[in-house]
């Protein structure tokens, strides 16, 4: 068999009769093309993975900044109280039942703020917050009924209350350090998400650059 007659062989019948200009020209039109549906398909998925790390990323890290916060508040809570327990309010160091008054609010303001973020669908989130008010109410009142025993009292009073007010503290402490992990390994795990995201897009482009590249070379045969 002769060169001229292999070469005929190759064709598709279906473009035997299809102008040698028409073939040249799909076959320049179907790179441009094909490449132009890649930036478009790699444009469309860029956008996606980056509105997912936007929500997923920013979310999960106010969600641990808040957590963070509301443990803050109350290890405030315990140290205001405990400074005022040392010193008796004498020599004018009385201010410490307000500073606790006050970083109480801040952590019924953060708890507030951190429920009205969560999906109402989230029970377990809804519960884990209701478990927090609960014990930290008993918490900062056995503190200031503890720190009144000391300042009015003395030791010998305030002594008698320090067992309830660990053991508040303990019950706060259990379940808050949980939440606070839990927060934390929500951004560990957006983060791991974004990463997954961002290698399947990186393995799709490959792969579709290597097929239109394949495509590209068999299409030579159209003319």
């Known amino acids: 068999m002769s060169l001229h007659a292999s070469d005929k ?8 009769d299809v102008p040698i200009g028409h073939k040249l020209l799909v076959n320049g039109c179907i790179p441009l093309l094909m490449f132009a549906l890649f930036m478009g398909w790699q444009q469309w998925r860029l956008r996606d993975v980056g509105d997912n790390v936007s929500h997923a990323v920013r979310a999960s890290v106010a969600d641990a900044v808040a957590a963070k916060d509301l443990q803050r508040n109350v290890v405030q809570v315990q140290q205001f109280l405990s400074d005022i327990s040392a010193t008796r309010a004498q020599d004018g160091l009385d201010d410490g039942f307000k500073a606790a008054a006050e970083q109480r609010a801040q952590f019924e303001a953060n708890l507030k703020a951190f429920r009205g973020r969560l999906d109402p669908a989230d029970k377990a989130g809804l519960t884990r917050l209701d478990d ?9 009142d056995t503190g200031v009924r503890m720190a009144h025993a000391y300042v009015d009292g003395g030791p010998a009073e305030g002594n008698k209350l320090m067992p309830e007010f660990d053991k508040t503290s303990l ?15 929500h951004v560990e795990s957006a ?16 792969a579709l650059c290597v097929g239109m590249c394949l495509f ?5 045969y159209v003319v």
């Open 9 to 16: 062989a190759l064709k598709p019948a279906l473009f035997a």
């Open 132 to 140: 927090l008010q609960a014990r930290f109410q008993p918490y900062y």
């Open 171 to 185: 019950a706060l402490q259990e379940v808050l350090d949980a939440f606070v992990a839990d927060e934390t390994n």
């Open 191 to 206: 983060i791991h998400q974004t990463e997954g995201n961002t290698s399947a897009l990186l393995w799709g482009s490959l």
């Open 216 to 220: 590209v070379a068999s299409s030579n």
